[in-house]
């Protein structure tokens, strides 16, 4: 199944999945009833940003602000939906 995110697109994180940061894994992590993702830290910047109002578009200045230096940033916010999507760690409101 391929995942088309849009720049209007509003997600939440799935039910029965928690994000949080893990000290023990020095990472974020979505914690769900099967088990664990420990997340890179550009994932982690973008799942902490997720609150069920803020667009994916608004995620993206947001980062583009907090992260001026970085190339292609965009595009991989974009992929890095995809990603979460279509794994159901998170879900379109």
């Avoid at 995620?59 to 970085?70: C, H, S, V």
């Avoid at 292609?72 to 760690?89: P, S, T």
């Amino acid at each position: 199944m391929e995942v088309t995110i849009q720049q209007s697109d509003i997600y939440a994180l799935a039910p029965h999945h928690r994000f949080q940061w893990e000290e023990a894994q020095n990472s974020y992590v979505i914690l769900f009833p099967e088990g664990m993702v420990k997340l890179h830290g550009g994932a982690g910047e973008i799942l902490k940003r997720l609150d069920g109002k803020n667009s994916v578009a608004d995620i993206i200045a947001e980062l583009k602000a907090a992260f001026p230096d970085a190339e292609n940033i965009e595009q991989d916010i974009i992929g890095m939906f995809e990603l979460a999507v279509g794994k159901a760690w998170l879900r379109k409101l």
